[in-house]
Nanobody
Framework: QVQVVETGGGLVQPGGSLRLSCAAS????????MGWFRQGAGNQRELVARINSLGTTNYADSVKGRFTISRDNAKNTVYLQMNSLKPEDTAVYYC???????????WGQGTQVTVSS
């Protein structure tokens, strides 16, 4: 069983920055991919950014050029650096950890990000 814990959310003004962290622990032989998803009020959960074991990344169009995902394999940790934040980035951000391809993965409890003046 894999445990996933996100940290780093909070309140920030438009144009500001936040860095989210996600640490995975438990029964982990290897991690295939780690990703960040978000769910705003009244919206479905959507992919924000994802990075696999080869370091290949993909981003939602809405965050390209503003968000950067990175990974520390030794610590089983993934980060999401969020710059130039907009009010529409307000959401609960969830981390997902896959230990093998095409698996559902394990989810964290989520961390709230609020962008408001």
């Amino acid at each position: 069983q894999v445990q996933v814990v996100e940290t780093g959310g909070g309140l920030v003004q438009p144009g500001g920055s936040l860095r989210l962290s996600c640490a995975a622990s438990g029964s982990i032989n290897s991690i295939y991919a780690m990703g960040w998803f978000r769910q705003g009020a009244g919206n479905q959960r959507e992919l924000v950014a994802r990075i696999n074991s080869l370091g290949t990344t993909n981003y939602a169009d809405s965050v390209k050029g503003r968000f950067t995902i990175s990974r520390d394999n030794a610590k089983n940790t993934v980060y999401l650096q969020m710059n130039s934040l907009k009010p529409e980035d307000t959401a609960v951000y969830y981390c997902n950890v896959q230990t093998r391809p095409q698996s559902i993965g394990s989810w964290g409890q989520g961390t709230q990000v609020t962008v408001s003046s």
